[in-house]
């Protein structure tokens, strides 16, 4: 009965299946949070875990079938490292090494030249969450004083049960989709710790309904655009035969519209960990806050002239975990650069073992090289300065912006294509613009810096 159901809801929203299930499941969020408040929140640490980890499963099963147990397999063997090894690096690289491991051949043997939604879509969420699990157990086992205050919070000081690792892997707030959260803050949603009314559900209705209006809002605007831009597009005669500045105005439009398929998914999500009770984040100048979850900052997304701003308010949970597990703890490189690259190449291969997301990784690290030497050279010249607070700013904004999102949108093309042929058919459509760009611009940085800087201000940043 639900599957032809489905079926006619797909095709009246124009939508795969698979996509209508994976939003279906995202929205069943909101009931299962209710119910939560309503009925469980004075249970048991095991019923309330217990109803998690069904009600994931539940959805999980709605969206993927028998193919769950990929995720059920990986939960357990992350539940026997840390029981039998104990808090050593061996756990630490041992799951790191068979949930990567594990999530690559889940790539290798699944990978279409297409955008799929099947099981390995959620699984990489979970596989940072699990690799995550086992950086926080082993960080329980330090002295305080080694670590930090980031670790400190999320540090474990004692072996979770595997009813805790269930619930915490499959909670319906970010099985899906994410966003990633730690092991202490679940266990402390467990204990009705994460509430403005200390012993009573949290009053976040009202957040929460912000957020999932917000996000069904991009919802919408994907569903109304997103037949216009689709990606399709770029592989046909027409788009070819259509002058230069259309072209590249596409590709500005299109990432505009395709990011909302993702900002629209993690909006709506963290409004169900807003409802919960997970999205609580404490007390900020006398209010309460609500963004312990946000993957989005939705209005400095839109209005960040540059694009450290736009990549800084884009998943964000993903980039702290990214940042905290990874980079952080490369610092025994002793090189901010060689950290940086490792942690992209770590990214590269969460993302899939297609060619388009090294692209876009290598991409993106070469545009925000030459973005910051940029910022240096406005903020070291008087004259540049001088124009950047001038009445001229609304006009040189505007100006950035097109530049901007346009530069947003290039790096976008491999990542949404894929494949090898199908990226480099765009790119030699568009002269590989964005590469042209940056490359001259970052050749030119070294000239423009000694014609607008002052040799005596170069030689004092020199001393610096």
């Known amino acids: 009965m639900a599957a032809p159901l489905l079926a006619n809801l797909s095709e009246s929203l124009g939508s795969p299946e698979p996509a209508v299930r994976l939003m279906l499941s995202i929205l069943i969020g909101y009931p299962c949070a209710l119910v939560y408040r309503k009925y469980l929140f004075y249970q048991t640490a095991t019923v309330i875990n217990l109803f998690h980890a069904i009600s994931g499963l539940a959805l999980a099963a709605f969206n993927f079938g028998p193919q769950i147990y990929h995720s059920a397999v990986c939960v357990l063997v992350q539940f026997l490292m840390m029981r039998l090894m104990g808090r050593t690096i061996t756990t630490v690289l041992s799951s790191f090494t068979f949930q990567m491991v594990y999530l690559l051949a889940g790539y290798y043997y699944t990978a279409t030249e297409e ?11 979970l596989t940072l969450k699990l690799v995550g699990l086992s950086f926080d157990y082993y960080d329980g086992g330090k002295e305080p004083s080694q670590l930090s205050a980031e670790q400190k919070k999320a540090a474990l000081p004692s072996v979770p049960s595997l009813l805790e690792v269930c619930g915490f892997s499959y909670f319906y707030g970010g099985f899906l989709v994410g966003p990633q959260f730690t092991l202490r803050s679940y266990q402390k949603l467990v204990a009705g710790e994460l509430t403005d009314s200390p012993g009573k559900p949290p009053n976040s209705v009202t957040p929460a309904m912000k957020r999932f209006a917000l996000g069904f809002l991009c919802l919408t605007i994907y569903t109304i655009f997103s037949p216009y831009y689709p990606d399709s597009y770029f592989l046909t005669d027409e788009y070819e035969a259509q002058p230069f500045w259309y072209r ?17 998914c993690w909006v709506i999500a963290e409004g169900v960990c807003i409802l919960s009770g997970l999205g609580y984040n404490g007390v900020v100048d006398g209010e309460h806050r609500w963004d312990a979850c946000a993957n989005m900052k939705v209005w400095v997304f839109e209005t960040a002239p540059l694009f450290g701003g736009t990549i800084s308010s884009f998943n964000i949970n993903t980039n702290a975990w990214v940042a905290r597990h990874v980079f952080k703890r490369l610092k025994f490189l002793g090189n901010k650069t060689l950290s940086h690259v490792t942690t992209l190449l770590f990214l590269t291969v969460w993302h899939g073992l297609h060619s388009g997301y090294l692209l876009c990784f290598s991409m993106e690290f070469f545009i925000i090289t030459v973005e910051r030497q940029a910022l240096a050279l406005v903020k070291d010249s008087p004259l540049l300065t001088k124009l950047a607070n001038s009445p001229l700013y609304p006009l040189i904004y505007l100006v950035q912006q097109f530049f901007h999102w346009l530069f947003m949108g290039y790096p976008l093309v491999p990542f949404c294509l894929f494949t090898f042929d199908k990226w480099l058919k765009v790119y030699t459509s568009i002269y590989f613009c964005g590469h042209v760009f940056f490359l001259v611009a970052y050749l030119a940085m070294p000239h423009l810096r000694k014609a607008l800087v002052p040799k005596k201000e170069r030689s004092e940043i020199k001393q610096d």
């Open 115 to 125: 955008y799929d939604i099947k099981w390995t879509m959620p699984h990489c969420v």
């Open 248 to 264: 590249c105005v596409f590709v500005l439009i299109w990432a505009k519209v395709i990011l909302y398929k993702y900002v629209s």
